[in-house]
């Protein structure tokens, strides 16, 4: 009997010692994503400046209203005509036809159906369905959603999802003409309602000419690394609306 109490206070100790290993281990981890998540933040704002540089990153130039600075508690990012929210991934599929991503926010935190999602290295996805505090999202790897895109030559075209693999995406509609090369980027381009223009979706790894209509299939390595995603940005923006209005009543004349 002395001998079985010995072993379980040793079970407890040993217990003690891993929770607490475990909880540095995870204060320090934690550290470390914060930290990349600050990083993220400063290489989008520097982005921005760099493609806006006469804009005041705290004033929205467009409607000259004013903007608050980072506001640090409501994980929110105001820039010009685009608002960034940042979100933490808490579930993510990519081996289903239609795959979808759950966040931690929710309408509460302003989101809603329609905005995109993008992470600190490429496009993610778009927003689905709402509840008060979480929304999922259509990952890009789906074959619902395509995505306005264009090459480093200012060439346009759709990046779709073929199913094969959550690394490989597809860019289509590119003239067979168009001089297209191994490590080449491609960007969101500005036709799109929801993506910023010049978030980068991936680089080329191989071309094939498609004969029968003269246009070339193009295989992209995402930018977006799908397996070990954890935080992302939800985008919002602030003229789809009046753009969207415009372009369907011009569709209706």
């Known amino acids: 009997m002395q001998g079985n109490d010995i072993i379980s206070s040793a079970n407890t100790v040993s217990g003690i010692i891993y929770k607490k290993q475990s909880d540095v281990v995870y ?30 990153t705290l004033k929205d130039s467009l409607v000259h ?90 060439t346009n075209g759709f990046v779709v999802w073929d199913e094969k693999s959550p690394d490989i995406l597809t860019l289509v509609d590119v003239p067979q003409q168009v001089t297209v090369k191994k490590g080449d980027t491609v960007y969101t381009n500005n036709y799109s309602l929801y993506f910023p223009p010049d978030v980068m979706i991936g680089t080329v790894i191989k071309t094939e000419i498609i004969k029968k209509n003269a246009m070339q299939l193009i295989l992209l390595r995402s930018s977006t690394n799908f397996h070990s995603l954890q935080y992302v940005y939800v985008v919002e923006n602030k003229m789809a609306g009046e753009k969207k209005q415009l372009e369907d009543s011009s569709a209706k004349k």
């Open 27 to 56: 204060y320090f981890g934690l550290r470390r994503m914060n930290d990349s998540l600050i990083d993220e933040n400063a290489m989008l704002r520097k982005k921005l400046d760099l493609a806006h540089s006469s804009v005041d």
């Open 65 to 154: 209203a004013k903007i608050a600075p980072l506001d640090t508690t409501s994980h929110i990012v105001r820039y010009a005509d685009y608002v960034y929210r940042t979100a933490r991934v808490i579930n993510n599929s990519t081996n289903a036809s239609d795959n979808y991503i759950t966040i931690n926010r929710g309408s509460s935190d302003g989101i809603y159906k329609g905005l995109a999602v993008i992470s600190g290295t490429g496009i993610v996805g778009r927003i689905e369905h709402v509840s008060a505090h979480f929304s999922s999202l259509l990952s890009i790897l789906s074959t619902k959603l395509k995505v306005s895109a264009k090459l480093k030559g200012g």
